[in-house]
């Protein structure tokens, strides 16, 4: 084994699409452990900045808000550079800023398309390259955000499903690539928080979906956030992987 642990007061950790929801747990629980966040978002500002000044309050600067559209490459290039000015280091990087939306085939273009796949897989995928030379000296870790549907789809998901198929599949690759000095490793949600997106899902579907699991009952976003933490901190022998926490929706899968 390495040396340099990910679990210190030094370790920086940049977590993507951080101001709400995973994210923002995701930003709580590492802060909580010691852990100096980089909480990057794409509009929601306020919320970003919210969350850093409450943390910020209980440990001086060890929260810092960066802004990036991960749609436009150069943007995903000036936050890896922007990422690892701040602190001199990233010793652990969470894929998590994702789109999601449903479309139907019928409806399916190419701007859906690659709006979907461009957020979900290209991003990640980008940031890494960007960001794997600091994280091989650092003998960091990344830990990717799927979703349980990847591994099954879902029908009028197709274009976000694949692609989170693809994050599953560049998991397992980078896993070999940056080996033996970086682990990379995946979390697949189940149902969690209910989606934002217009129309949401009515409450006989969320009845139907809570019932699939074998838990019957949803996950919390502290739950994903912890299986983030253990991936970090307490895996040193893991990865390539990719852990579904769908509270038993998946088992025959």
Not at 209 to 237: C, K, N
Request: with cysteine.
């Amino acid at each position: 084994m390495t040396e340099h642990t990910v679990n210190d007061e030094h370790s920086v950790v940049l977590i993507t699409g951080a101001a709400v929801r995973i994210g923002a747990a995701c930003v709580r629980l590492f802060h909580a452990q010691g852990y100096r966040v980089l909480l990057h978002y794409r509009r929601s500002r306020i919320a970003a900045e919210q969350l850093a000044d409450e943390l910020n309050s209980k440990r001086s600067d060890s929260v810092r808000c960066l802004q990036a559209d991960l749609l436009d490459l150069k943007q995903i290039e000036h936050l890896a550079a922007n990422s690892i000015a701040q602190w001199g280091s990233i010793d652990v990087l969470i894929n998590n800023a994702s789109g999601f939306f449903p479309v139907p085939l019928a409806e399916l273009t190419n701007e859906k398309w690659q709006q979907l796949n461009d957020s979900n897989a290209k991003a990640p995928l980008f940031l890494c390259k960007h960001l794997h030379h600091m994280l091989r000296r650092q003998h960091g870790c990344i830990v990717n955000i799927l979703d349980s549907t990847a591994l099954h789809g879902v029908a009028v998901f197709a274009p976000y499903t694949m692609a989170k198929a693809a994050l599953a599949n560049m998991t397992h690759t980078l896993a070999r690539e940056l080996a033996p000095e970086v682990r990379v490793n995946g979390i697949a949600p189940g149902v969690i928080l209910w989606p934002e997106y217009n129309g949401g899902v009515s409450a006989e579907e969320q009845q139907i979906r809570v019932a699939s699991t074998a838990l019957q009952r949803m996950g919390t976003p502290e739950e994903i956030a912890h299986a983030a933490l253990f991936l970090v901190r307490d895996a040193s022998y893991i990865t390539g992987q990719v852990i579904k926490v769908d509270g038993g929706a998946t088992i025959a899968l």
